[in-house]
């Protein structure tokens, strides 16, 4: 069975800029497939193709197995059944809830219409709301609003540009929440664009990495957070520690802890990367502890090496004793080599 | 097309320029010069004396707080309301005609008090919007220092609203230039007076084409004057975050200052002048009124056709502008600032800029004489070509508030560009394009010179017939018009005044 979205090999440029280059990436039916980027990432970009609001240079975008657009043909956003949901919401300001939901719905049997908007404001728990204009609901519920109205056509995908980032945490939490449980019972993709490493972590079945127009790295959550393909990929998913240095027989050493390099030659100029939240400092006496501030459950730890004076970051229960030098470790597996770019070239 | 809208409303003005240039060198006539020195102190002298009314007023109202400053936050506009010449009818009634004040409001010192009460709404507006648009943290942050509020006045707000003030003053000094009725009633030698002096007493055509492009250069430049400040006035920005501006509590003097400055104003430029036309008006039997039925019906049809006429061309200006094409949206800037161009030009000049178009027309035996229906073409062509630019100004932004996002996301929700556009782009923007016909309505009703120059033969609207009146010293017959138009003129300023009150920087639209 083809996916609900795929795209092969899409390209798009801006004059001498590149918007998207050669993104080769697919979304399963009933999934999440979040795309996290910084901005300028491409990102928007990518929604912007999706939906087909913009043209592509090179490569083709499919729906259910249907191409909808290559170059020189561009299916209009208005046939090819791609719900939006945007960052400012876009409601219709003139136009009540209810109404918002069921402008979409031209499509459906008028007598039917009424029934499927309700069960829509049912299913976004704004059922109480129907009558209420945009400017009457809040933040939040203008987002769900919107969730709904993008939704209510079955569309084959639904595009989800920073939806929640206009929101405080409560209200972020619960529409994440929401979403993804609507995401598991619909039909169809989810794409939900972010620069929020956690947020994407929370929300994807399927994450994907994109800089500077290019997909760095697309895989499951998890796999990408533990082994990360490229240093990008690594520092994109959450703070890091970095060294950069040579590799010799086989390792790269930090002035805290070796890094395993089996499969780089020695000679190598590589980078040694250890999440923040991977690295254990416990009471010793190696390295003296700079700093040291509460962060709820853990504490952030500075621990610096006075030989090199290179400082990094490890976290700690709250509840451990308070120390002034210590010893730092990392489970094999959370301590990456990356070479560096450069080298090879 | 939004380029060749810009062309229709700059045709007029641009034949004026040929024609002159086409005439070849003429000796002046002997009111050439003072007509120069007259419209050049009164810009100077009218336009600093309203600028300064217009700053202080402002200054109070965004910056300190008294008793009664949301109230004269708005009321400091209604003299928009009141064309000059009406102000003017009523100071003269008030003082040398029969008035119990005084004074003698006229020549060139009361043509100058006169402007300054008139047009110092528009550097008002301009400096209240510069000064409410500061923002509040750097405000906050001159206090935390130690900032009185005068130092606050001099060091942070003024060089923040400088440009803001300036666009303003050029306003005011456009209109002052463009004025016909003030100068010509209180017997002032202008650049306008002198077009008309030369094209109908003393029959020199050339010597009016040659005032009218003189004029017609001092209003572009004006505009373009305005439109750079415009351009910088957002230099005030810093945090977009909105919150109430930190007003200064004033001390008991400063209060009272404070509100008598205000209260002063507002009745030297409102109250004094309108009521004493109300009691003039009062004065005469009922039966006026039956005179006035006919001007009346004259004026909204004549505004009323107006507005028809002028909303599509302001319709095509504003949408022309917005178009997605970087390109395209050059070509719709450059065509709403060709509109600009009519719009500064002052309807004297506008109108003589017709007459041309149809005198050459008729010389190539394409229409007849001047009769009724060219007459009343090229009066609605002068109308089109100065207000398209005021008119196209609301509609603009109407159209911004159907943000990008709301088209893509009708596209998304299956709208083809019909449906968009009657389900989305109209309802949305209907409120603007009323209020654009409004505006234009208006200014239709309060023209006077272009309506003097082109009005089919005994075809009187309410200004010119409280023009005939006033000038025939019969003003308390001239009341009653004259309190017709301002009425008329009340609607768009209260509109026009709302609307920036809630377009407070920062704040969520």
């Known amino acids: 069975m083809s996916p609900a979205l795929a795209l092969v090999g899409v390209s798009r440029r801006y004059g001498p800029l590149a918007g998207l280059r050669q993104v080769t990436l697919s979304a399963p039916d009933k999934g999440v497939l979040a795309v996290l980027g910084a901005s300028g990432s491409g990102k928007s970009t990518l929604l912007r193709v999706i939906a087909g609001l913009e043209p592509v240079d090179e490569g083709q975008i499919q729906l259910s197995g249907r191409v909808v657009s290559r170059r020189g043909f561009t299916e ?49 728990g704004l059922a109480a709301k129907a009558n209420a204009y945009p400017h009457e609901l809040s ?30 945490p409560v209200l972020r939490s619960e529409l994440r929440d929401l979403t993804r449980r609507i995401a598991k019972e619909t039909a169809g993709a989810f794409v939900f664009v972010t620069h929020d490493a956690e947020e994407a972590l929370f929300m994807a079945d399927h994450l994907a990495v994109m800089a500077h127009g290019r997909l760095v790295q697309a895989d499951e959550p998890r796999s990408l957070y533990e082994r990360p393909a490229t240093l990008a990929a690594a520092a994109a998913l959450g703070p890091v520690n970095q060294f950069e240095g040579v590799v010799r027989e086989g390792r790269l050493a930090t002035p805290f802890l070796d890094f395993p390099a089996p499969s780089l030659t020695d000679g190598t100029r590589a980078t040694a990367v250890v999440r923040v939240e991977a690295l254990a400092a416990t009471p010793g006496q190696r390295f003296l502890v700079a700093e040291r501030r509460p962060q709820g459950a853990r504490d952030l730890v500075m621990v610096r090496c006075e030989k090199s004076g290179v400082l990094w970051r490890a976290l700690i229960p709250a509840a451990s004793p308070a120390m002034a030098r210590c010893e730092v470790s990392a489970p094999p597996s959370s301590r990456l080599v990356f070479p560096t770019p450069d080298s090879q070239s | 097309m939004g380029a060749l809208a810009g062309l229709v409303c700059a045709a007029p003005a641009v034949l004026v320029i040929a024609g002159a240039l086409s005439s070849g060198p003429t000796s002046p006539l002997p009111f050439f010069w003072a007509s120069v020195a007259g419209s050049f102190g009164l810009a100077v002298v009218g336009g600093g004396f309203a600028a300064l009314l217009g700053v202080i007023s402002a200054w109070l109202v965004a910056m300190c707080a008294f008793p009664g400053r949301r109230f004269f936050s708005w009321a400091l506009v209604l003299p928009l309301a009141a064309p000059g010449y009406v102000l003017a009818y009523a100071y003269a009634a008030l003082t040398w005609a029969g008035g119990p004040a005084p004074l003698s409001v006229s020549g060139f010192w009361g043509a100058a008090w006169i402007y300054a009460l008139a047009f110092y709404p528009y550097v008002y507006l301009a400096a209240r919007a510069a000064f409410a648009s500061q923002s509040a943290c750097a405000l906050e942050a001159a206090r935390s220092l130690g900032a009185s509020p005068l130092a606050m006045a001099l060091k942070v707000a003024a060089p923040s609203a400088w440009p803001g003030v300036a666009a303003g003053t050029a306003l005011a000094v456009m209109e002052i230039l463009a004025d016909f009725g003030v100068a010509q009633y209180l017997g002032v030698s202008t650049l306008t007076t002198g077009v008309f002096r030369a094209w109908f007493s003393k029959a020199e055509p050339q010597t009016a084409l040659q005032l009218a492009s003189l004029l017609l250069t001092a209003a572009v430049g004006l505009l373009v004057v305005e439109r750079l400040l415009r351009g910088r006035r957002g230099f005030a920005g810093g945090s977009a975050r909105w919150r109430p501006l930190p007003r200064y509590r004033l001390g008991a003097f400063w209060t009272a200052v404070a509100f008598l400055f205000c209260a002063g104003l507002l009745t030297l430029a409102v109250i004094a002048p309108l009521g004493w036309l109300i009691r003039l008006a009062a004065l005469r039997p009922l039966s006026d009124l039956a005179l006035l039925a006919e001007p009346l019906g004259n004026a909204l049809i004549l505004a009323g056709a107006a507005a028809l006429v002028t909303l599509p061309l302001a319709a095509i200006l504003a949408a022309a502008a917005r178009q997605p094409d970087p390109l395209r949206a050059r070509l719709g800037q450059g065509g709403l600032f060709l509109a600009g161009m009519g719009y500064a030009a002052p309807g004297a000049v506008i109108a003589l800029g017709a007459l041309a178009a149809f005198a050459a027309a008729r010389e190539a035996g394409l229409v007849g004489g001047l009769s009724g229906a060219t007459a009343f073409a090229a009066l609605l062509w002068t109308y089109a070509a100065r207000f398209a630019a005021p008119g196209a100004q609301p509609i603009e932004a109407g159209l911004s508030r159907v943000s990008a996002s709301l088209g893509f996301a009708a596209r998304t929700l299956g709208a083809g560009p019909v449906r968009r556009f009657w389900a989305v782009d109209a309802p949305i923007a209907a409120p603007s394009v ?48 004259a309190l017709l138009i301002v009425l008329a003129g009340l609607l768009p300023t209260l509109l026009l005044s709302s609307r920036i009150e809630r377009a407070r920087a920062g704040r969520r639209p």
Do not use: C
Not at chain 1, 85 to 103: I, K, S
Not at chain 1, 140 to 146: C, L, V
Not at chain 1, 155 to 162: F, I, K, R
């Open chain 1, 139 to 168: 933040g939040g519920e203008q987002q769900r609003i919107a969730l709904a109205r993008a939704l209510a056509p079955k569309p084959s995908a639904l595009l989800l540009d920073e939806p929640f980032s206009g929101l405080d």
């Open chain 2, 434 to 481: 009323l209020a654009a016909a409004l505006i234009v309505f208006v200014e239709a009703l309060k023209e006077l010179p272009a309506t003097l120059i082109l009005r089919p033969f005994n075809f009187d609207t309410l200004a010119v017939r409280a023009y005939a009146y006033a000038s025939d010293e019969r003003l308390t017959q001239a009341a009653a018009p």
């Open chain 1, 76 to 124: 209009p956003p208005e046939a090819r059944r791609v719900g939006l949901v945007f960052q400012d919401y876009a409601l219709f300001p003139h136009m009540t809830a209810v109404q918002n939901v069921r402008f979409g719905l031209s499509r459906d049997p008028p007598q039917k219409r009424a029934a499927i908007a309700n069960e829509w404001l049912d299913a976004v």
